[in-house]
């Protein structure tokens, strides 16, 4: 299993971007979609996810309203539209695949997001 993430980099506060993460050699439709966050000296956290078939989303309380988590089951894809960003949202940003009927998750290697003027 792959998950590759894309779209990071450097952004002034108030900004937009937009994450991809691209999954391959798994069912893509079986699996729960996250995006989780690890900023320097801070534990991992979740941010957003998305069930299997993109009708139910879950936000973490600092994201609510700014970040929005899609999915493209014919693309195989997961996406976190991130706007108005703030220097808090600064952080490394993993995908993660859950499989909740076996208990398999697979995770991407992360893609970097700095917010800074």
């Known amino acids: 299993v792959h998950l590759v993430e894309s779209g990071g980099g450097l952004v002034q506060p108030g900004g937009s971007l937009r994450l991809s993460c691209a999954a391959s050699?798994?069912?893509?439709?079986?699996?729960?979609m996250s995006w989780y966050r690890q900023a320097p000296g801070k534990e991992r956290e979740l941010v957003a996810d998305i069930d299997s078939v993109g009708g139910s989303t879950n936000y973490a309380h600092s994201v609510k309203g700014r970040f929005t988590i899609s999915r493209d089951i014919a693309k195989n894809a997961v996406y976190l539209q991130m706007n108005s960003l703030k220097p808090e949202d600064t952080a490394v940003y993993f995908c993660?695949?859950?499989?909740?009927?076996?208990?398999?998750?697979?995770w991407g290697k992360g893609t970097l997001v700095t917010v800074s003027s």
């Open positions: 050699r798994l069912t893509f439709s079986n699996y729960y």
């Open positions: 993660k695949a859950y499989r909740a009927d076996y208990a398999i998750e697979y």
